[in-house]
């Protein structure tokens, strides 16, 4: 099983995509409650040059609030993770999600279990919609 769902987009720059992505998961019910500029991040700490990648910390709310009913100890798997990078060849930016399903198989709780589906299945459809 895989951890994430990845799609590559072209003809399409990168803040194009970062937004086409955020109204794609505003539409599944996600709102953005992080978002970290890698590129940013290493040239400021490290002084290094990094591709546009960019972390956006993703959560539906409703559903972030029945895994931690389920299972009190879940935020530490929260939010989930969807990144938005520019492709090693310059020719496209691909957008890839976490699978909440293949992280959280670790917790033994079969009612986080389906809500981690509901997840994996909304934020398979944002990638696929791209």
Not at 55 to 61: Q, R, S, T, V
Not at 81 to 99: F, K, L, R, S, Y
Request: charged share 25%.
């Amino acid at each position: 099983m895989s951890y994430y769902f990845a799609k590559t987009l072209s003809g399409k720059s990168f803040n194009d995509v970062i937004v086409q992505v955020t109204d794609a998961l505003k539409d599944e019910g996600f709102g953005i409650l992080t978002e970290i500029d890698v590129r940013a991040t290493m040239k400021k700490k490290l002084d290094q040059d990094f591709r546009d990648y960019r972390i956006l910390g993703a959560c539906n709310p409703e559903l972030a609030h029945q895994a931690l009913q389920a299972e009190d100890k879940i935020g530490t798997m929260l939010p989930c993770n969807v990144i938005v990078q520019a492709t090693g060849d310059g020719n496209g930016v691909e957008v890839a999600a976490v699978d909440p399903a293949a992280s959280m198989q670790a917790v033994d709780n079969p009612e986080l279990a389906h809500i981690a589906e509901t997840v994996r299945d909304k934020l398979k459809h944002v990638i696929d919609t791209l």
